[in-house]
């Protein structure tokens, strides 16, 4: 009876408002029921399984609450409060998958590149803070990202300024601890990244020398780790599909890394 009541709302195409199979949303649904985020018995203007859905389509399509308020007949200011309650429940019900997820990949060699998530030109202490990217020209933050061989998400790391190198991103989003112990250097599994990460023990290309060209065995070895590297371009590029680490997100910048977060958790869903 519960569940009837719960799915009494569910619309017919899921998988196109929020990239997961229709099977993903209804466990996910169930789950955030279970969590005790969901009441199908009370009265509210968008049912318990749209509920679910205005999180999921905000972080996928990166609509404004505006919008998706007047496609699910609501008000803004109630996509905003379901957004505000249910994403970290969303995050918390997914946590445990991606744990175990994460914990797999990193038996293996992994690959790790970053990429700028915009946030766009907000004049106020955007510049002083280092959120204008001059490689990339654009202000944002720099995430960093570990995949698998087999093109998922692994991890991503907690959000840089845009400004910050690669190598020092690395490190200081929290990725780097995490894979100590699994380089080459230490005995483990190893991982592979550009040139941008030289030092950080991740296995890389060999830059040309000053004046000089590569050896062929040095071109071989580069065409090696190209090979190995393209997997983590898939994984951004999937990551990138959750338009909002793609098309600029809107909010306040303190409150991003828990949108990456829900992000994170749900693109690891999805590819387990």
């Known amino acids: 009876m519960i569940t009837q009541k719960i799915f009494a709302d569910r619309p017919s195409r899921v998988e196109t408002m929020?990239?997961?199979?229709?099977?993903?949303?209804?466990r996910l649904v169930l789950d955030v029921y279970a969590a005790g985020d969901?009441?199908?018995?009370?009265?509210?203007?968008?049912?318990?399984?749209?509920?679910?859905?205005?999180?999921?389509?905000?972080?996928?399509?990166?609509?404004?609450?505006?919008?998706?308020?007047?496609?699910?007949?609501?008000s803004q200011p109630t996509v905003s409060r379901l957004i505000g309650r249910l994403m970290p429940t969303i995050?918390?019900?997914?946590?445990?998958?991606?744990?175990?997820?994460?914990?797999?990949?990193?038996?293996?060699?992994?690959?790790?590149?970053?990429?700028?998530?915009?946030?766009?030109?907000r004049r106020v202490g955007t510049y002083k803070s280092g959120m204008y990217s001059g490689k990339r020209h654009r202000c944002g933050f720099n995430l960093q990202v570990i995949g698998s061989c087999f093109g998922t998400l692994t991890l991503?790391?907690?959000?840089?300024?845009g400004s910050m190198h690669d190598a020092k991103a690395w490190h200081e989003s929290g990725l780097a601890a995490r894979l100590e112990g699994h380089l080459h250097a230490d005995g483990?599994?190893?991982?592979?990244?550009?040139?941008?990460y030289t030092g950080t023990g991740l296995c890389v290309p060999d830059r040309k020398p000053?004046?000089?060209?590569?050896?062929?065995?040095?071109?071989?070895?580069?065409?090696?780790?190209?090979?190995?590297?393209?997997?983590?371009?898939?994984?951004?590029?999937?990551?990138?599909?959750?338009?909002?680490?793609?098309?600029?997100?809107?909010?306040?910048?303190?409150?991003?890394?828990?949108?990456?977060?829900?992000?994170?958790?749900?693109?690891?869903?999805?590819?387990?």
């Open 18 to 26: 929020t990239g997961l199979t229709s099977d993903q949303v209804d």
């Open 38 to 74: 969901l009441d199908p018995s009370g009265r509210r203007a968008v049912g318990p399984y749209r509920s679910v859905l205005v999180v999921l389509l905000y972080l996928r399509h990166n609509l404004s609450q505006a919008l998706i308020a007047e496609l699910f007949g609501c």
């Open 91 to 121: 995050t918390t019900v997914l946590t445990p998958n991606a744990e175990r997820v994460a914990t797999n990949h990193l038996r293996s060699t992994v690959r790790v590149d970053g990429f700028i998530a915009p946030t766009g030109d």
């Open 156 to 161: 991503t790391g907690k959000p840089q300024p």
């Open 188 to 196: 483990g599994p190893g991982g592979y990244g550009d040139t941008a």
């Open 210 to 272: 000053k004046g000089q060209t590569l050896t062929e065995s040095a071109r071989d070895y580069n065409r090696m780790i190209a090979s190995q590297r393209a997997s983590v371009e898939r994984v951004i590029a999937h990551l990138k599909n959750w338009r909002l680490l793609a098309t600029g997100y809107r909010g306040l910048l303190d409150r991003f890394p828990t949108f990456l977060d829900a992000i994170t958790k749900l693109e690891v869903y999805r590819t387990s």
